[in-house]
């Protein structure tokens, strides 16, 4: 089915008071087109995508959700870590800005592998500090992409690190 033939079902966004904000976005058939097709067996993979910037965090989110996955998003490395902690959709992927306003790309990404040392991460950065890049390549961290990012690397970049997963 092409997307043009989706119909883009509404952001659902909860505010929560930390500021933390979960968009659970779908491409939905149309209904002719639900009806005849069999149910997915298969649960869409999900991406926990780290932006502080809501310019950038949409554009991304809504290029995503286009490619079929369910994504959340966080502005904070705080609130990407209680949505990692929240026993919600298992994340299959994370999308990182390292220049994040409350903690460095570095101590988010080890804080992250010391309770999920195999989860793919997707490091995105403006200006990438050359000792911060080598110490995110000792924690595991092999895909890099500098901003601004064209969004059609980016999705073969989550696809590449869903694959290298499985």
């Given at each position: 089915m092409k997307h043009d033939e989706c119909l883009f079902h509404a952001t659902l966004d909860l505010l929560f008071a930390n500021h933390l904000t979960i968009r659970n976005l779908s491409l939905l058939p149309r209904t002719e087109d639900a009806l005849m097709s069999p149910p997915q067996s298969r649960r869409q993979p999900t991406i926990l995508l780290v932006e502080d910037d809501e310019l950038v965090s949409d554009a991304i989110t809504r290029i995503l959700v286009r490619e079929g996955y369910l994504v959340l998003t966080a502005a904070t490395g705080h609130d990407a870590i209680g949505l990692l902690r929240t026993p919600a959709s298992p994340i299959d992927v994370i999308v990182l800005d390292i220049g994040l306003p409350d903690v460095?790309?570095?101590?988010?990404?080890a804080r992250l592998r010391e309770f999920l040392p195999n989860l793919p991460v997707i490091v995105c950065t403006g200006a990438?500090?050359?000792?911060?890049?080598?110490?995110?390549?000792s924690l595991g961290i092999t895909h890099f992409f500098s901003k601004p990012i064209a969004l059609d690397q980016l999705v073969d970049g989550?696809?590449?690190?869903?694959?290298d997963r499985n």
């Open positions: 460095s790309g570095a101590d988010l990404c990438a500090d050359p000792d911060e890049v080598r110490e995110l390549r989550v696809r590449r690190a869903l694959a």
